[in-house]
């Protein structure tokens, strides 16, 4: 192993020395413990601690966040969110201790999780409008000094430089796999894990993102209902993507899932072009063989989890906000409270759809089986399907 490739060691090399959790006293740190607790806040592909700088910045209430991401470093920015030295000197600990807010939560997890992609140096800074702090760990520890932004307002900036080889196998990796045309233009083919995880997983997120520069594009919901002219003139099938109804629910408590930037559905209840929602249901031409479920907390999309019910199959995306999820918040947990909570929106799934089937002059196959289901589904139970196949 490279001699300059941070360890876990050495991101608890300051706390060990210092022993500080709160300015009004002092505790003794056990490394080997602190290290098992450090533990379950990794990932199984490291490079999600990209997506923990997103959640900060959205449960820090940031105005906008960017990152740029090359073969050398990776440079992300949260303007409007700032931590105050205490805070950021004393990051680890907001993961050994359970009061120090979830934004610097998901910074600590994301440092955490950073020193696994085999990073040489990690830089946090950090300016809450009234002081500023730098921080840096590399393999010989913790290092703190004064830091004053050039504008004066909040902030927090993260930097991760790369090891020298792994710059170099970046290097090799990019000209071999990844698509020239869209490394210049910004495409998805052209992206690194870093743009591509935040490409993948931020598309719902209500702030503002940027990838090297340019927006994060947003989502567009289903497809138009026929893929031509004639075959909606002609008597052709409905494409299989669109949405026969779709329910946007407004936003409750936690962060809310951004409007798609176009909805092509007819009959998309509640649809507001600049509103945040709770959750949104849709009801493919074609239904999938089992609900799927795609949670979205504090800005990022969660692995999506399947049920089964006598209900019409659909897609539901659902702010986690009030769901359980795992201790490191990137996933959703299969639990009675989550089930409750997911049954609710079956049922104003099937309320809604039941409008759409009196509203619509039809009569057809579709239809017909359609309201049967939707019928069914006010009454019928949900439950989880296993990832293996089963029901849990």
């Not at 602190?34 to 379950?40: G, M, N, R």
């Not at 951004?258 to 249901?281: C, E, H, W």
Request: hydrophobic share 40%.
């Amino acid at each position: 192993m490279s001699e300059d490739v941070l360890q876990v060691e050495d991101l608890l090399a300051q706390l060990t020395q210092e022993g500080e959790l709160q300015s009004s006293g002092q505790f003794t740190l056990d490394v080997s413990r602190a290290k098992e607790t450090l533990a379950k806040y990794q990932f199984a592909d490291p490079y999600y601690y990209v997506l923990k700088l997103v959640q900060a910045a959205v449960v820090g209430g940031a105005r906008e966040f960017s990152v740029k991401s090359g073969s050398t470093e990776v440079a992300a920015a949260m303007l409007g969110l700032g931590f105050t030295p205490h805070q950021l000197e004393n990051l680890l600990y907001s993961l050994l201790a359970d009061d120090q807010g979830r934004a610097l939560r998901h910074l600590a997890m994301s440092v955490n999780a950073a020193v696994n992609t085999r990073a040489s140096q990690i830089t946090i800074q950090s300016f809450d409008g009234r002081e500023g702090l730098e921080v840096t760990w590399t393999r010989d520890g913790q290092k703190a000094t004064r830091w004053a932004p050039d504008k004066p307002y909040a902030q927090t900036r993260f930097v991760m430089k790369r090891t020298t080889a792994d710059v170099i196998s970046e290097t090799i990796a990019n000209l071999g796999s990844r698509d020239i045309f869209s490394m210049l233009s910004g495409g998805p083919k052209g992206m690194d894990r870093e743009q591509k995880l935040i490409y993948d997983h931020c598309a719902l997120c209500t702030l503002p993102i940027s990838i090297n520069g340019k927006p994060c594009p947003g989502y567009e919901l289903g497809a138009p209902a026929y893929e031509n002219w004639w075959a909606r003139w002609f008597g052709g099938s409905l494409s299989s993507k669109h949405h026969l109804f779709e329910v946007y629910l407004p936003k409750g408590p936690g962060v809310g899932l951004a409007a798609p930037r176009q909805t092509f559905s007819s009959f998309p209840r509640g649809f507001q072009s600049d509103g945040v929602f709770s959750a949104i249901l849709a009801a493919p031409a074609r239904p999938p063989e089992f609900t799927v479920v795609l949670p979205l907390r504090d800005g990022i999309t969660l692995e999506p989890v399947k049920l089964d019910w006598q209900g019409p199959s659909g897609l539901f995306y659902v702010d986690a906000h009030e769901l359980d999820v795992d201790l490191t918040e990137v996933k959703l947990v299969r639990s009675e409270k989550t089930l409750k909570a997911l049954q609710e929106l079956g049922t104003a799934y099937c309320q809604v759809g039941l409008e759409w089937v009196a509203a619509s002059r039809q009569t057809s196959r579709l239809r017909t089986e359609l309201e049967h289901r939707l019928k069914a589904g006010l009454e019928s139970p949900m439950v989880f399907i296993a990832p293996q196949g089963g029901t849990v």
